[in-house]
T-cell receptor, first 112, second 114 residues
Framework: KAGVTQTPRYLIKTRGQQVTLSCSPISGHRSVSWYQQTPGQGLQFLFEYFSETQRNKGNFPGRFSGRQFSNSRSEMNVSTLELGDSALYLC???????????FGPGTRLTVT | GENVEQHPSTLSVQEGDSAVIKCTYS??????FPWYKQELGKRPQLIID?????GEKKDQRIAVTLNKTAKHFSLHITETQPEDSAVYFC?????????????FGSGTQLTVLP
């Protein structure tokens, strides 16, 4: 099976802009979770989607949002970008009864 | 919410020696504990996990132990090799029907010296 894929791999945006990141899970996986990774805060949970519904949400401001499509692909959106949003954004997919999460390669977002 | 503490933050060992990384968690409801290895510029890779109904799990040179009473779990790597050099993250989760939220430790940079 193909692994988790994310697009784009790199992004440079300016403060105040918005950005949309995409994640395609492993075929057959219906759960997609998003994480933010920074040197200072480490890996932090953003939200999780399952069957097009948000099941869990981490402690991030409302500028961070997401959605999931019927084919389980997921997008996350960050509006009104701030310098502190510069990070590696990782998505992970999980399937069936297993709780294992498999990560994609991430999208490196730089906000200038 | 859950809080996971991980120690040490850096660890250097000689090739062939063992390495041990320890984590503690705060939420007694957590019942799933994975470990991830992340090489520089790469995605986190699941290397081993353990559920709360098991005290120890092994996979070749890697083992994880769990002490539910003390709320801590550890990763053991034996016969370390240079390719084991990476950042290792522990995590905890309430693995129920609806939860896939992982709370991560802060990571351990393992360096295996040849």
């Amino acid at each position: 099976k193909a692994g988790v894929t994310q697009t784009p791999r790199y992004l440079i945006k300016t403060r105040g802009q918005q950005v949309t990141l995409s994640c395609s899970p492993i075929s057959g996986h219906r759960s997609v979770s998003w994480y933010q990774q920074t040197p200072g805060q480490g890996l932090q949970f953003l939200f999780e989607y399952f069957s097009e519904t948000q099941r869990n949400k981490g402690n991030f401001p409302g500028r961070f949002s997401g959605r999931q499509f019927s084919n389980s692909r997921s997008e996350m959106n960050v509006s009104t970008l701030e310098l502190g949003d510069s990070a590696l954004y990782l998505c992970a997919s999980s399937g069936g009864r297993g709780y294992e999460q498999y990560f994609g390669p991430g999208t490196r977002l730089t906000v200038t | 919410g859950e809080n996971v503490e991980q120690h040490p933050s850096t660890l250097s060992v000689q090739e062939g020696d063992s390495a041990v990384i320890k984590c503690t968690y705060s939420d007694s409801a957590s019942n799933y504990f994975p470990w991830y290895k992340q090489e520089l510029g790469k995605r986190p890779q699941l290397i081993i996990d353990i559920r709360s109904n098991v005290g120890e799990k092994k996979d070749q040179r890697i083992a994880v132990t769990l002490n539910k009473t003390a709320k801590h779990f550890s990763l053991h790597i034996t016969e370390t090799q240079p390719e084991d050099s990476a950042v290792y993250f522990c995590a905890a989760s309430q693995a129920s029907g609806s939860a896939r939220q992982l709370t991560f430790g802060s990571g351990t940079q393992l360096t295996v010296l040849p």
